[in-house]
C-alpha cells in the first residue's frame, strides 16, 4: 500500500520564479492538505482541498494557490519566490468523512531552496 | 488562536531509560491530538492519534495521554533505544479538516 509521494524530492530556484510541487494521496484518501516546515519550526497548515476544491486555508498570501485532480492527488504552486519560501514542503493526506476526527499522513516533502 | 508549546526543546539520554516528552496547548476545543516523529530532513511519521473524548493511546513502547482540561499531553517512551533519536512532534486539531497546529517539537537524542 503506497503511501503519500510527494516531487520533487529537492529543487533549487531563484527569487521571482514560480515552483509546481506535485502529491499523491495514501490510496484510500479523498483530501490533500499541504504545510510548509520552515527549518527548525513546526509545519504551518498552507490549504486543504476536498473534491476539487479548496476547503480550508491558512494564513499564507495568494502567491500560494494549489489543484486537486479528479484522481485526488494535488499541486501547490508558488509565484514570485522570495527567500524565505525556502523550506520543506509537506503534503499530507486524509478521508474525508473522518476528516474531523481522522488521522493525517504526512509525504517525505519537497524541499525548495530559493536562491 | 491556538498555541502549542513542547518541552523540552532537546533531550539527551542514554540508552534504556524512560522518558517523557510534554506538549501543551492554549485552547482546549480540540477534536484531536496527534504525535509525529521527523528524522533530520524527512517527512512526518504518524505515531499515535489521541481523540478529544480519549485519555490515552499505546503503541508498542509508546504511550500518549491527553488531558484536555488542563491543555496537556505526555507522549511516553519506555526503554529508549537510539533508534528512537528524532525530532517529535505534536499536533493539535481545534479547527476541524486537516488544520493542524504544530508545536515546534522536542529533539530526542539516546545514546547507545
Known amino acids: 500500500d503506497a503511501g503519500v509521494t510527494q516531487s520533487p524530492t529537492h529543487l533549487i530556484k531563484t527569487r521571482g520564479q514560480q515552483v509546481t510541487l506535485r502529491c499523491s494521496p495514501k490510496s484510500g484518501h479523498d483530501t490533500v492538505s499541504w504545510y510548509q516546515q520552515a527549518l527548525g519550526q513546526g509545519p504551518q497548515f498552507i490549504f486543504q482541498y476536498y473534491e476539487e476544491e479548496e476547503r480550508q486555508r491558512g494564513n499564507f498570501p495568494d502567491r500560494f494557490s494549489g489543484h486537486q485532480f479528479p484522481n485526488y492527488s494535488s499541486e501547490l504552486n508558488v509565484n514570485a519566490l522570495l527567500l524565505g519560501d525556502s523550506a520543506l514542503y509537506l503534503c499530507?493526506?486524509?478521508?474525508?468523512?473522518?476528516?474531523?476526527?481522522?488521522?493525517?499522513?504526512f509525504g517525505e516533502g519537497s524541499r525548495l531552496t530559493v536562491l | 488562536k491556538q498555541e502549542v508549546t513542547q518541552i523540552p526543546a532537546a533531550l539527551s539520554v542514554p540508552e534504556g531509560e524512560n522518558l517523557v516528552l510534554n506538549c501543551s496547548f492554549t485552547?482546549?476545543?480540540?477534536?484531536?491530538l496527534q504525535w509525529f516523529r521527523q528524522d533530520p530532513g524527512k517527512g512526518l511519521t504518524s505515531l499515535l492519534l489521541?481523540?478529544?473524548?480519549?485519555r490515552e493511546q499505546t503503541s508498542g513502547r509508546l504511550n500518549a495521554s491527553l488531558d484536555k482540561s488542563s491543555g496537556r499531553s505526555t507522549l511516553y517512551i519506555a526503554a529508549s533505544q537510539p533508534g528512537d533519536s528524532a525530532t517529535y512532534l505534536c499536533?493539535?486539531?481545534?479547527?476541524?479538516?486537516?488544520?493542524?497546529?504544530f508545536g515546534k517539537g522536542t529533539m530526542l537524542l539516546v545514546s547507545p
Open positions: 489521541i481523540q478529544s473524548s480519549q
Open positions: 499536533a493539535v486539531n481545534s479547527q476541524g479538516g486537516s488544520t493542524l497546529t
Open positions: 485552547d482546549s476545543a480540540i477534536y484531536n
Open positions: 499530507a493526506s486524509s478521508f474525508y468523512p473522518s476528516g474531523y476526527t481522522g488521522e493525517l499522513f
